[in-house]
């Protein structure tokens, strides 16, 4: 059906609160990704899903930061103690295989909208 | 270190004419490479990727172009409308990231009436 769906589209927080950030991929997609982009910048990878388990997390920036997927579909992206320099938009996106490894032609990620994260 | 950057951050063209949008990429082992267009408060979109035993590949009014000997890596857009207005980040993968994408700065596209 519908495309990767993120709420809330919007997160206004003060510094050292707890944010959660949910990801609905698309239907079937068995691998789930995260990205922070900052103004002015490409989307950095934070951590991938391939099912339940996060197959690469080396893009979290420290351990405030945390990511579950435990029925190999929605995602939750945690962050605690936010800080200032967290904000920015973080960019969800899935697709129906990790190809690449496997020799198949394209590892189409498909995007959310993003939710723009703001620490005041 | 391994980086994916542009040449230029800011392109703008008039309208009906073609648009070429460049990235230089540094890591030898890049095997796989995008080109997302993203519109303002929107998430990146796939437009067309390229796979490093081919040099070139065409998709609806847009090309890119791979050339691995000096590690560039183009989008061409072919009649450019005020809908191709964005911002465009080419992005890439290596096999021994796995899936992780690497994507560059981004160039913005203005299209002139």
């Known amino acids: 059906g519908a495309g990767v769906s993120q709420t809330p589209s919007n997160k206004v927080t003060e510094k050292g609160k707890y944010v959660e950030l949910r990801c609905d991929p698309i239907?079937?997609?068995?691998?789930l990704y995260w990205y922070r982009q900052s103004l002015g910048q490409g989307p950095e990878f934070l951590i991938y899903?391939?099912?339940?388990?996060?197959?690469?997390d080396s893009g979290l920036p420290n351990d405030r930061f945390f990511a579950v997927r435990p029925e190999g579909s929605v995602s939750t992206l945690k962050i605690q103690r936010t800080e200032r320099g967290d904000s920015a938009v973080y960019l969800c996106?899935?697709?129906?295989?990790?190809?690449?490894?496997?020799?198949?032609?394209?590892?189409?990620?498909?995007f959310g909208p993003g939710t723009r994260l703001t620490v005041l | 270190g391994e980086s994916v950057g542009l040449h230029l951050p800011t392109l703008s063209v008039q309208e009906g004419d073609n648009s070429i949008i460049n990235c230089a990429y540094s890591?030898?082992?890049?095997?796989?490479f995008i080109w997302y267009k993203q519109e303002s408060g929107k998430g990146p979109q796939f437009i067309i990727d390229?796979?490093?035993?081919?040099d070139k590949r065409q998709g609806q009014r847009v090309t890119v172009l791979l050339n691995k000997t000096v590690k560039h890596l183009s989008l061409q857009i072919a009649a450019t409308q005020p809908g191709d207005s964005a911002v465009y980040f080419c992005?890439?993968?290596?096999?021994?990231?796995?899936?992780?994408?690497?994507f560059g700065k981004g160039t913005r596209l203005h299209i002139l009436p």
């Open positions: 996106a899935s697709s129906l295989v990790i190809g690449l490894l496997a020799g198949l032609l394209t590892n189409e990620q498909f």
């Open positions: 239907s079937g997609h068995t691998a």
């Open positions: 899903f391939q099912g339940t388990g996060a197959a690469d």
């Open positions: 890591n030898s082992a890049s095997d796989y």
């Open positions: 390229i796979r490093s035993n081919m």
């Open positions: 992005a890439e993968n290596a096999l021994n990231r796995d899936d992780k994408i690497i």
